[in-house]
């Protein structure tokens, strides 16, 4: 009878040491600063920003994504059928229900929010990590490092990083031979708002790793600039990633009181994919070809 029962209790001891050991956990800190406890093994993960959700296909990931952001929609590599929210305003309920191990959120989905949107799902037990947009090409750097390590693919996010070191420093070696920098205004926000960016941001850095420079550089990140700013910056090349409007490389050529800036004269307008220059990750390297073309076709190819 007793060494049954010691079976008994043994078998019992050994189940909850395996489940135990199936949901160890671990405490990271993620890119906002927070202490926050995940699973060391991640099945099940949703991103709120196709920024992330571009690290994690590139991480060969795609498959433990199980909800991704509205703005992921037609990533490469990812699933068609994967459900997609509205994470700025996110279901609590419907994401509860999906069981993830982890979400992995952007620092975009607080603006505008008076508190944490993810706020009732952590109290639901369900680990929220952040990360705020990068001011740098170091910071994008960072931002990959940590979702490998998150992820257990440490190397692959090493892998990926180095790619991006390689590649950037080629540009970095010929930006450097440039005399004469050309002035940029890049837009990113159209007509009557206009939006762009000064520096502490990765785009005002991808501008000078080619050679040129910012017009906004003294500014400070993303910021609304004045029509006449723009007037007397006269830049030499005027880029846009706006997508969102009919042909933008003609809509600023044909703006009233533009016509005499330098770059519209010598129709240095030119557009720069939307997502590769918006999206802090691996994939900034095609903007930076584009831009680097756009900006100096003698040195760059065109």
């Not at 991103?47 to 952001?69: H, M």
């Not at 920098?181 to 206009?194: C, S, T």
């Not at 090349?237 to 770059?263: D, F, Q």
Request: aromatic residues 8%.
């Amino acid at each position: 009878m007793k060494k049954k029962l010691l079976a008994i209790i043994t078998s019992f001891v050994l189940m909850f040491a395996v489940g135990c050991s199936s949901n160890k956990e671990t405490t990271v800190t993620d890119r906002e600063g927070n202490e926050v406890k995940v699973p060391t093994k991640l099945e099940k993960i949703i991103t709120t920003a196709p920024s992330n959700t571009e690290v994690l296909v590139g991480l060969g990931l795609a498959n433990k994504l199980v909800a991704v952001d509205n703005y992921s929609e037609g990533i490469e590599g990812l699933n068609k059928d994967i459900p997609k929210m509205d994470m700025n305003k996110p279901d609590a309920e419907a994401i509860i229900a999906l069981e993830p191990d982890i979400i992995i959120a952007s620092g975009y989905n607080k603006i505008g929010s008076a508190e944490d949107p993810y706020k009732a799902i952590v109290e639901a037990g369900i680990p929220v990590v952040y990360i705020p947009s990068s001011d740098s090409i170091e910071g994008i750097y960072k931002d990959i490092e940590f979702i490998a390590s998150l992820v257990n693919e440490d190397k692959k996010g090493e892998e990926i990083i180095t790619d991006m070191k390689e590649k950037i420093s080629k540009y970095e070696e010929l930006g450097k031979t440039i005399k004469g920098k050309k002035k940029v205004y890049f837009e990113i926000g159209p007509a009557p708002n206009l939006f762009t960016f000064g520096h502490s941001t990765f785009l005002n850095e991808m501008v000078e790793v080619i050679g040129a420079e910012n017009v906004f550089k003294n500014e400070k990140s993303w910021f609304a600039p004045t029509e006449e700013a723009i007037l007397d910056a006269n830049p030499d090349v005027i880029l846009t990633n706006v997508n969102y409007v009919k042909n933008p490389t003609k809509e600023i050529s044909s703006r009233n009181g533009w016509e005499n800036i330098k770059a519209i004269k010598d129709g240095d307008v030119y557009y720069i994919d939307s997502n590769s220059s918006a999206r802090g990750n691996q994939n900034i390297i095609k903007a930076l070809d584009e831009m680097a073309k756009a900006i100096y076709p003698d040195v760059y190819g065109k």
